[in-house]
């Protein structure tokens, strides 16, 4: 009796899977199955984000203006040009870098002091660093309104009743906001941002390996030495974090210039200027094109702080 043998057409050949096709599809009907739950804020995070982003790209290059809402067209980039030769941008631009610069250095500085005290051991130091997080916590219009009237106003601030009682009636009485516009708002945010410095740094701190630092203690080496040498370069990284990081955020500051100054006596930054175009001026294509240079500038800062904490990681990985 002979076995007569199928015969092997393409088509009983499409119908076969080949081997290890099943257990593929299956890895991807459970990677599937994981990260459909997820879609559904995908896709919210893309309308809100997103979208009103790229709105934002068309309108700055177009001619519109609520005041003239006969003259609305396509204008290139003539909006580009406008605010980057514009004087009052200018000025703005460089509000932003001082006022961006002089936060994030002085924030570093105390938040590094403050991160040096809180990594020794006393009593009550879960305490202490606990009420050193506050300021970060508070509301951003709470703190610029906190330090504009409680601190800053000249008739019942505690800045002059300070001087007051300890120089007797005859103290100087300053108005702070009018004398040091720019340095008002700057000293209001680096106490709002100098916790978030101590944290980072704090955590660098403790990332410290302890036995060398005790080895180095041994051969003769001071506290000075040990910090120069050592705990300072093993912060580099985690400083270089803290300022991008901060960048990131204080470029954007609207809320303490808003509040405490309105953006009057030279301290309207960038993005205060973008506010008074847009509501005021009314002026939406110019507007927009400001925005988009603030958000390719911050992008730019994400980036470099994106690469440092990819280095922090493999470092933390590799040991």
Known sequence: MSVEAKPDTKASRRATPPPGSEGTLMRRTGDWARRGPLLPALVFMIIVTQLPFVVTIVVSFMDWNAYYPDERGFAGIDNFRRVLTDANTRHAIWVTVVLTAGVVLLSLVFGLLIALLLDRKFRGRGAVRTMMITPFLVVPVAA????????????????????????????????????????????????????????????????????????????????????????????????????????????????????????????????????????????????????????????????????????????????
């Open 144 to 319: 610029a309104l906190l330090w504009k009237h409680a601190l800053y106003n000249p008739t019942y601030g505690l800045f002059n009743g300070v001087l007051k009682w300890l120089f007797g009636d005859n103290a100087p009485q300053p108005d702070w906001i009018s004398n040091q516009p720019l340095w008002s708002i700057i000293f209001a945010l680096v106490w709002q941002w100098t916790p978030f410095m101590m944290l980072i740094l704090l955590a660098g701190l403790q990332s410290r390996p302890l036995d060398v630092i005790e080895a180095a203690g041994i051969d003769g080496a001071n506290q000075w030495e040990i910090f120069r040498y050592m705990t300072l370069p093993h912060l580099r990284q985690y400083l270089e974090l803290s300022a991008l990081l901060g960048s990131i955020y204080v470029v954007q500051n609207f809320d303490a210039v808003f509040t405490i100054t309105s953006g009057g006596l030279g301290t309207a930054n960038l993005p205060y200027t973008i506010y008074q175009t847009f509501y005021t001026a009314h002026d939406y294509g110019r507007a927009s094109a400001a925005g988009v240079i603030v958000v390719i500038g911050t992008i730019a800062i994400a980036t470099l702080a994106l690469r440092s904490v990819s280095t922090l990681f493999r470092e933390e990985t590799g040991r």
